[in-house]
């Protein structure tokens, strides 16, 4: 009996400390599923801003490409879209405890974080690039990483027409300053032949046709095989979606690369303001004027790229001169001594010049280990 | 040992105080840990529960990704229905348990469209004690594309739009990522007459490139996937065919292979087939003959020759011969070469000839793409002194000539008394040198000129003719006034399709539809004419087809043709007399015929 004497205090003393091991445990338990939940929910969050930071970024990239000349950097997204992260709670930079990173990597082989951020592709750009995106919320990261490809759209223009004019074909040149329709080739071999499409007459004899064929076989082809009015629609959409449809008589810089204007009928959109070339044969440019407005050249303008025009064309003056293809739905007048030389090259260019879209890769998105430091 | 006894007598009933001390702490203790456990299991609960409801947020956002762009931006989202179609239905939320928000960027008032598009979901629980819980998670979804083709069909070698070589690379090139989605890209090539004359599919996911396709399909790099096939136009004549290639994507897939997909994309080109050269023609008849001068001189000889039409008959550009000779002298004649000026001409007087003279002409076919054909066999003839046998043709009475848009009807009378005359011959031109027909004598005194265009003045000219045999004497022509034939102003049509709703039963549905026009009055088919409707919208607001004005009035035949994904399914004729008052064409869909 003596012996037993203490046993309870020491019973309860022993059930005590357990029963306080395993609260402490319990707790520990709890506050760690509690912070497990919380930390899946903070990832889960920050898995979605980095998609969405991804999906802007290919807006952004759809906006203008990342080229040599417009590298992506770390600030990209929140310079060319301020509210972006306040949007998502997010401030930029790669370690904070609310952050957002994004980066564009050139797809080449090997170390990826340690490729330019543009479109190099060796100097060859190529049109894909990878987005990589890490956003961390509450302390929780969630990096993904996707390529992404960027979309040109086709325009599909007919080869080998340098002019097309619904109507007539119309010069007042004299003398040996006779207005000029022709070919230019740059490939080796000399020009090809090219042909021009009237539909009305050909009214004077005072056109050169170096390289022309004025009488392409029968039928003559219409305005909807060299461009379609799919086409026309969609330069439209790309134009409003750019900024760059015009109700009214654009501006020089306005008036450079893929610009649409759209004036009614009886309205005279001039395009003969300017020294420098619009446009390049490497950058060609388009510019189509709808509803029937009259484009008129002048000057010394020298315009590379295709000219549409629902109505009528017309020369009032000076020496202007187009690189690339003339269609025209009325009257062409080339008054003066204009210029009208295919190049093949400028118009194969096109079809690489207007961005789109930028599309998934399908096969490349990825999530990732999220990194500590910038890379 | 007495205080020993105390000690021991005041130890008695300690372990029963011990023993109550420890129940009371230990109670104490116990009560206390209570709400701990209560809490412990209020929150994992709780932390389940945001788990569930976080799972069920990502997911919706994944569903919501997934869905087209403009499903997602035109989806009414406030609506039970849309929430529910989205959720996992595993999400025990009850009531108005998610909430999804989708709005447009908001800094792209300046711009056509969206950017993008933030998008908000929000799961929401209530717990056991009442208390509302929920989850939001946000993301933005980019808009990938302007709904522009990314399927691309097109011919090489070509040479201006003319298919000439055989076989013709005919290639569909769509964007690799495209063509990930892509399981089938189906070719059809059209005649004018709007029926398929050749057709070809080629799979598209790897397993099946490598098994069955490799040949056709390939990666150069660039980002696009090139699908060509050799083609050999089989059987096919020359002509104007359309080109279509359909891509058929990946989802929904059915568990048959041939079973009908939606076309994802499609492209078209119209091509001229022109493989063919000219046949070579061969000469029936190479006769000398005379005919009275107009001015009472002496009688001039000529040389007539005949031969068959080309068998390529459909875009012949000229008629060419070649000529050669030896003089009476027994001296070379200079070659001369005569293109005609009929393009459709079997017929030629030569009339630059003389007396004693013998000619050898060959005769050559070239295409209106300047496609030369075969040289003919050689045909010699002998100009011989006019013998005192050549009797008198003489010419016909009167000729009067009548438009009737675009052609132009000749009558003429016969001579009295026509006695050995075997046929008329009829010219457009006055130096006599290509008669555009003969009419045989027994026939009525009549011809309609099918061959003249609007806009064009012409002068026709008929003469007898009496074939004695080995010679021809034809009478002096008799000419009528010129005449044009006046250009009539165009006009257009408005056509419409669409499908009746409800279809009649067990009809299928359409998926698209052609429409092809005809003139009746020349057979002729209008290729650049030719609109398809990819997406008909059944039952609902018709598609419009305005034409422009770009026919001259005459009969037309609308030819409206509806497929579903596998085949033709239906097609509507429509004859209609085309001027400025014609009302327009609707079209719609009834069910198979």
């Known amino acids: 009996m003596r012996g037993s004497r203490g046993a309870a205090l020491i019973a309860f003393l022993g059930i005590m400390i357990a029963l306080s091991i395993m609260s402490v445990a319990l707790v520990t338990v709890l506050a760690n599923a509690q912070h497990s939940t919380s930390r899946e929910k903070s990832r889960t969050t920050a898995f979605d801003v980095a998609e969405a930071a991804i999906d802007v970024s290919m807006q952004l990239l759809t906006e203008q490409w990342a080229d040599a000349e417009h590298p992506w950097s770390e600030s990209t997204l929140f310079d060319r879209d301020p509210g972006f992260a306040s949007q998502f709670g997010v401030q930029p930079g790669l370690t904070g405890d609310n952050s957002l990173w994004v980066s564009v990597f050139d797809d080449v082989s090997g170390d990826i974080l340690a490729a330019p951020h543009f479109d190099d592709n060796a100097g060859q750009p190529n049109g894909y690039v990878w987005v990589d995106a890490q956003a961390r919320v509450n302390g929780v990261a969630s990096r993904i990483r996707t390529m992404v490809q960027r979309e040109t759209y086709e325009f599909g223009m007919a080869k080998g027409i340098v002019v097309y004019a619904g109507g007539n074909l119309i010069s007042n040149a004299v003398g040996e300053n006779k207005t000029n329709i022709g070919a230019q080739d740059v490939t080796v071999g000399g020009p090809q032949p090219v042909s021009i499409v009237i539909h009305g007459d050909i009214s004077s004899d005072t056109v050169a046709w170096p390289y022309v064929d004025q009488h392409p076989p029968e039928p003559l082809p219409e305005r909807e095989e060299l461009i379609s009015d799919q086409t026309i629609e969609d330069i439209t959409l790309y134009a409003q979606s750019t900024g760059k449809y015009f109700t009214r008589q654009p501006t020089p810089q306005e008036l450079t690369g893929l610009c649409v204007v759209d004036v009614p009928s009886g309205t005279v959109i001039r395009l003969d303001q300017q020294q420098e070339p619009y446009n390049s044969i490497a950058h060609p440019g388009v510019l189509m004027v709808l509803g029937g407005g009259a484009l008129k050249l002048g000057g010394n303008v020298v315009y590379n790229g295709l000219v549409y025009t629902e109505g009528s064309i017309s020369v009032s003056h000076g020496t202007p001169t187009i690189y690339g293809m003339i269609i025209c739905e009325g009257d062409f007048d080339m008054g003066g001594v204009a210029q009208v030389i295919y190049r093949e090259d400028c118009l194969a260019r096109l079809d690489k010049q207007f961005q789109t879209n930028t599309k998934l890769v399908p096969n490349f998105w990825r999530e990732l280990t999220p990194l500590t430091s910038a890379p | ?593």
Not at chain 2, 137 to 152: I, K, S
Not at chain 2, 411 to 429: A, H, L
Request: aromatic share 10%; net charge negative.
């Open chain 2, 1 to 593: 040992m007495g205080a020993m006894g105390r000690r021991d007598g005041t130890q008695r009933g300690l372990t029963m105080v011990e023993l109550l001390v420890t129940i009371v702490l230990s109670g104490l203790f116990f009560a206390a840990m209570v709400p701990v456990f209560v809490m412990a299991s209020q929150q994992g609960q709780t932390d389940r529960a945001r788990v569930l409801g976080t799972n069920a947020a990502q997911s919706a956002i994944e569903i919501l990704r997934d869905l087209p762009y403009d499903d997602l931006y035109d989806t009414n989202w406030e609506s039970p229905g849309a929430v529910a179609s989205i959720v996992d239905p595993q999400w025990k939320g009850s009531g108005s348990d998610t909430e999804i928000t989708v709005e447009p960027y908001p800094a792209d008032a300046d711009k056509g469209r969206e950017r993008y598009l933030n998008l908000s979901v929000t799961t929401r629980w209530t717990e056991w004690k009442g208390r509302v819980r929920e989850v939001t998670l946000r993301t933005a979804v980019y808009r990938q594309g302007l709904g522009t083709h990314t399927l691309v069909l097109y011919a090489y070698p070509l040479d201006s739009g003319y298919i000439r070589q055989i076989p013709v690379n005919i290639v569909a090139r769509m964007d690799a990522a495209d063509a990930y989605a892509t399981r089938r890209i189906d070719f059809e090539v059209w005649a004018n007459n709007g029926t398929v004359v050749d057709q070809w599919s080629v799979y598209t996911d790897q397993s099946d490139i490598e098994r069955d396709t490799a040949p056709w399909a390939e990666q150069h790099g660039d980002g696009y996937w090139y699908y060509t096939k050799p083609w050999t136009a089989p059987n096919l004549l020359d002509g104007t065919y359309t080109f279509i290639a359909t891509a058929r994507p990946i989802d929904p897939t059915p568990a048959d292979p041939n079973d009908p997909l939606p076309p994802s994309d499609w492209a078209r080109k119209v091509y001229i087939l022109d493989q063919n050269v000219p046949a070579k023609p061969v000469v029936s008849e190479c006769k000398p003959g005379f005919q009275p001068s107009s001015s009472g001189g002496p009688l001039v000889p000529q040389v007539s020759l005949v031969w068959t039409d080309s068998e390529n008959t459909s875009d012949v550009g000229h008629v060419e011969i070649l000529r050669s000779g030896v003089a009476a002298d027994g001296s070379l004649l200079a070659t001369k070469t005569i293109v005609l000026p009929f393009k459709w001409a079997t017929h030629y007087v030569d009339r630059d000839v003389d007396v004693g003279d013998t000619y050898l002409y060959k005769l050559m076919v070239e295409d209106a793409q300047g496609q030369r054909g075969e040289w003919s066999d050689g045909t010699s003839c002998i100009v011989p002194s006019p013998g005192a046998e050549l009797a008198v043709v003489l010419p016909v009475g009167s000729l009067v000539t009548s438009v009737a848009a675009p052609s132009v009807k000749l009558t003429w009378t016969k001579p009295t008394p026509s006695t050995g005359i075997d046929y008329y011959r009829v010219y457009r031109d006055t130096a006599l040198s290509v008669p555009i027909a003969t009419v045989s004598a027994s026939l009525p005194a009549e011809y309609t000129d099918t061959f003249s265009e609007y806009g064009s003045t012409y002068t026709y000219l008929v003469t007898a003719v009496d074939d004695l045999g080995s010679i021809l004497v034809e009478s002096v022509a008799l000419a009528a006034a010129p005449v044009m034939v006046p250009e009539p102003p165009k006009v257009g049509m408005r056509v419409t399709v669409s499908a009746a709703s409800p279809l009649p039963p067990g009809s299928p549905v359409p998926a698209y539809a052609r429409v092809v026009i005809q003139s009746l009055d020349t057979g002729y088919f209008y290729p650049q004419n030719t609109v398809d409707y990819p997406k008909l919208r059944l039952g609902k607001k018709a598609d419009v087809w305005n034409t422009g004005d770009v026919f001259y009035p005459g009969r037309y035949q609308v030819i409206a043709m509806f497929y579903t994904n596998t085949g033709r399914c239906g097609t509507y004729n429509f004859p209609l007399q085309l001027d400025a008052s014609a009302t327009p064409v609707n079209v719609v869909y009834m069910g198979p015929n």
